[in-house]
């Protein structure tokens, strides 16, 4: 079992920068996919960008493509979102989950309590 816990969201401005972290807890971190989703008020859940155990593989929802940078540090237990070029519907909170199976897609298993993002036009 992994714990997670977010960090680093906040309000900025149309336009700006925020980066988000993640820490997890136990020995295995390396054994699991990690993921980013978002939920806006009054919508569903939705993926945000996903990294493979090793770091190697990475996938992006299209909204986020070419502003949104996944990564991860194994020997931290932490993942992080870089998020540039930030847009007012980029508003929501962010979580943090991982995954136990093979593959970045699909069912997670574990998540964080999530961090509020909120950008303003």
């Known amino acids: 079992q992994v714990q997670l816990v977010e960090s680093g969201g906040g309000l900025v401005q149309a336009g700006g920068s925020l980066r988000l972290s993640c820490a997890a807890s136990?020995?295995?971190?390396?054994?699991?996919?990690m993921g980013w989703f978002r939920q806006a008020p009054g919508k569903e859940r939705e993926f945000v960008a996903a990294?493979?155990?090793?770091?190697?593989?990475?996938s992006y929802a299209d909204s986020v493509k070419g502003r949104f940078t996944i990564s991860r540090d194994n020997a931290k237990n932490t993942v992080s979102l870089q998020m540039n070029s930030l847009k007012p519907e980029d508003t929501a909170v962010y979580y943090c989950?991982?995954?136990?199976?093979?593959?970045?897609?699909?069912?997670?298993?574990?998540w964080g309590q999530g961090t509020q993002v909120t950008v303003s036009s």
């Open positions: 989950a991982a995954r136990v199976r093979l593959g970045v897609r699909g069912e997670y298993d574990y």
């Open positions: 136990g020995r295995t971190f390396s054994s699991y996919a």
């Open positions: 990294i493979g155990r090793s770091g190697g593989s990475t």
